[in-house]
Each structure stands twice: as structure tokens, then as C-alpha cells.
């Protein structure tokens, strides 16, 4: 398909894109989402120069104007400062939708110089719009299913760089995480310094400088600190275990980014077979270790496993777990050492 003004390459293939998504969703730390679709894009701009003329001296710059929705692009320009290759056309080998262009270039000028007035509080009739070149910019559009709700984010076509991700919520830390980030500080001497600080800092302010108390609270709240980090030593000296079913359990899609996990079926009976590495930083014997399948969150079977001894040196154990299929689907199968001496 021909385009009407000259159109910059895309650079980066789809399943980069997909990449960036998955790091920006995983930076809010949500494990559980679904990439549900992923749709490349034109988008039209329009690139113009302004001057903001105050009165005590003018102001310069450069902005863009997305052709179909109006919106001011600071990103845009900088595109412009880069080798990169513009062709007068869709690429052949891609399916690529083009957004139309609701704004003539007629009506740049004055929707511009608003728009610029708008942002930098002053008036329209100060600022001047000149050096306008209309431009096509490459994006991906993927929609996200995340955190109870669906959300479109964009990654550029030329630099990859992504956009809409602040719609997205951060998941709060559980406990757990919290304490396992803080034993983690604890094992080097700067984030024992940093962690110490931080709680110094924190419960000064809240409490005040002055109080007598505050040394009391401080004192308590390390104390806190190294028994949660004991804690987690301890449970850490059951040794740690890694499960995944075998491969014709596993289903990938989007480019091999995202994987499903589909059960194998016996009557009414589904299952999934597969094998565990089990491995500790000290030798435990009689060990005990549960691997189990959980829906949507929700545990729906386990399977018991029985080793005689695991040491620093892995070992790998195979696992055949039987359960009802669910309705809900997004199986996941986890294992979990239970105990040992």
C-alpha cells in the first residue's frame, strides 16, 4: 500500500516487541497475564518547529502532531536525529494497518499553536509553527491482559521503545518477597548498610529525632530484620527443587514467548508427566517433596515424591501426576520441598 508521505521502517520484528512487553509487565511484577493480540501500525504525524515569542526573548523547539487524534508528540522528532531508513510504502511481507489522517495539514498551524500554548501556559498568538513535514512512525500495538483488566500498549517500530505501560498497576510485594529481598541485602555489607539506614531514616521521621524512644524501635526493628533473615536461612536449608513436564505437555505461542501448558487426557482423567531436579546446599537424606498443579492459581492435585538423599550435586527425579481437569484452564505445575534431615 502506497503512503501519501514518507514512512520510517520498522526496525524491530514483532517478537522484540513482544519482549519489551514482557519486560515492562514483569518490571510491575505480574507473573500471571496473557498477550492477547499484536497489531503493527502507521501512525500519521506531523513534525513542525514552533517559537514561543514572550516578549523578552523567544523560545524554540520541535514537537509532532499525531495526525489522527491531535495529540502533541515530543518522542516523534527525536526519530528525525536518527539514521534510520523511511520508505513510500507498507512493507510487502507484513500485514500493516494504517491509520487514517483526520487532520489536514491546513489545519496544523492553529491546532498546534494551541496545543504548545496549552502546555507552556502561554498564549496562542505567541507561538509560531513553522517547518511542517508529515511523516508515517512505525508502532506495535499489543493488548494486555493483566492485574483483572485489559490494557493496549505500544512499542515503537524503530527503537523499540514502549508506551502506556504507567496504566498498568504495580503488584504489591507480598511478605515474602519482602523478606527474601531483605536476607538478600543482608548478605552483602552495602545492603546491610543500605537496609540499616533506610530504618534508621524511616523510623526517626516517623517517631522524631528527639525521642529517647527512637533508639529503643530502631534497635527492635534490626533485631526483626535478622531473625526474619534466619528464618529464611533456615527454610532455605531444605534445598530447592525445579519442576517442568515434559515437552509434548507444552504449547508455545507468539513466537515462542508465551507457553501454555495443555494435559494429556485418559478417560476422564487428565495428567501430566515430567521430572523434578532437586538440589540443597548441605546433605539432607529422607527428603520429602510435593509437586503440584494449580488452575488459575488454585491448587488442584499433587504428587508426593520420596528421595533418599539430595545434595549440592542435583538431582532429577520423574513425576507422573493424575487430576480432574478444570473448567478455568492456565495450568502451572510447581514443586516444593516439604522436608528433610
Known amino acids: 500500500m502506497l503512503l501519501d508521505a514518507p514512512g520510517f521502517v520498522f526496525n ?19 507473573d500471571d497475564y496473557e498477550l492477547s493480540e499484536i497489531q503493527p501500525v502507521y501512525t500519521p504525524f506531523y513534525v513542525f518547529t514552533y517559537d514561543i515569542n514572550t516578549g523578552e526573548g523567544a523560545q524554540s ?21 536518527k539514521p534510520i531508513k523511511k520508505i513510500n510504502s507498507t512493507p510487502p511481507d507484513m ?10 495539514l491546513g489545519e496544523v498551524k492553529e ?8 502546555q507552556t501556559g502561554g498564549k496562542k498568538e505567541m507561538v509560531t509553527i ?4 508529515k511523516y508515517y512512525v512505525p508502532f506495535y500495538r499489543v493488548w494486555v491482559d493483566v ?20 496504566a498498568i498497576p504495580e503488584r504489591e510485594k507480598t511478605w515474602e518477597e519482602s523478606a527474601k529481598e531483605t536476607v538478600k541485602k543482608i548478605q552483602t555489607p552495602a545492603g546491610v548498610i543500605e537496609l ?17 524512644q527512637n533508639k529503643y524501635l530502631i534497635w527492635i526493628i534490626l533485631i526483626l530484620i535478622i531473625i526474619t533473615a534466619g528464618y529464611f536461612y533456615l527454610n532455605q536449608s531444605k534445598g530447592s527443587i525445579s519442576c517442568s513436564v515434559s515437552p509434548q505437555f507444552v504449547q508455545s505461542s507468539w513466537f515462542g514467548l508465551q507457553k501454555t501448558l495443555n494435559p494429556g487426557v485418559s478417560g476422564n482423567v487428565s495428567f501430566f508427566t515430567g521430572s523434578c531436579t532437586l538440589s540443597s546446599n548441605k546433605l539432607l537424606q529422607h527428603v520429602l517433596a510435593n509437586v503440584f498443579v494449580t488452575s488459575k492459581g488454585v ?4 504428587y508426593n515424591l520420596n528421595v533418599s538423599s539430595i545434595s549440592t550435586y542435583p538431582i532429577t527425579v520423574p513425576f507422573d501426576i493424575n487430576f480432574t481437569p478444570s473448567t478455568e484452564g492456565g495450568y502451572t505445575v510447581q514443586g516444593e520441598i516439604l522436608g528433610g534431615g
Do not use: H
Open 12 to 30: 524491530i520484528q514483532p517478537e522484540n516487541a513482544l519482549s519489551v512487553i514482557q519486560r515492562v509487565v514483569n518490571s510491575k511484577r505480574w
Open 61 to 81: 523547539g520541535r514537537a509532532a502532531l499525531n495526525g489522527n487524534t491531535g495529540e502533541l508528540n515530543e518522542y516523534v522528532p527525536m526519530l528525525l536525529d
Open 95 to 104: 500485514s500493516v494497518d494504517v491509520e487514517s489522517t483526520s487532520i489536514s
Open 111 to 118: 491546532l498546534a499553536a494551541g496545543k504548545i500554548a496549552s
Open 130 to 133: 513553522s517547518a511542517i513535514s
Open 147 to 166: 492485574a483483572g483488566d485489559n490494557y493496549k500498549l505500544e512499542v515503537d517500530g524503530c527503537l523499540g521503545t514502549p508506551f502506556g505501560a504507567e
Open 196 to 212: 540499616a539506614g533506610k530504618t534508621v531514616k524511616e523510623v526517626s521521621g516517623g517517631v522524631g529525632s528527639k525521642n529517647s
Open 299 to 302: 491448587k488442584i492435585a499433587s
